[in-house]
């Protein structure tokens, strides 16, 4: 699930820096909602550069990892046994830096 997330942070957020960058994983669980958090935060060039630099060079072009990333969403939200949906903002919209922050959510149905 993360790979994509984790794969966009080096390629859209990283690459483009000047200087080296950094990402950072946190995996979080509430036992009370049976809820898996996972975030992960870059801080590159930041979301709304990227989608800036990605029209000025890549056109009309969808990027690919988001196509994966609905994919696989959708095929575990259709099973009945999860629930799973995720955000992306950019951190300087959030006054917290440069560079972009996913945060997934992972609800078990199952053992509800």
């Known amino acids: 699930m993360i790979q994509p997330m984790l794969e966009n942070a080096v390629n859209h957020g990283i690459f483009h820096k000047t200087s080296s960058g950094i990402i950072e994983v946190d995996f979080k669980t509430t036992t009370l909602t049976n809820q898996y958090i996972i ?5 590159g060039i930041g979301l709304n550069k990227t989608k800036k630099h990605n029209k000025q060079t890549m056109g009309t072009a969808k ?3 988001s196509a994966v990333i609905a994919e696989r969403l959708e095929i575990l939200n259709d099973s009945g046994d999860w629930n799973i949906s995720y955000s ?6 959030l006054n917290d830096g440069t560079g972009t922050i996913v945060e997934l959510s992972i609800q078990n149905l199952t053992d509800l």
């Open 39 to 43: 975030i992960i935060k870059d801080d």
């Open 63 to 65: 990027a690919h990892s």
């Open 88 to 93: 992306i903002q950019d951190r300087s919209e």
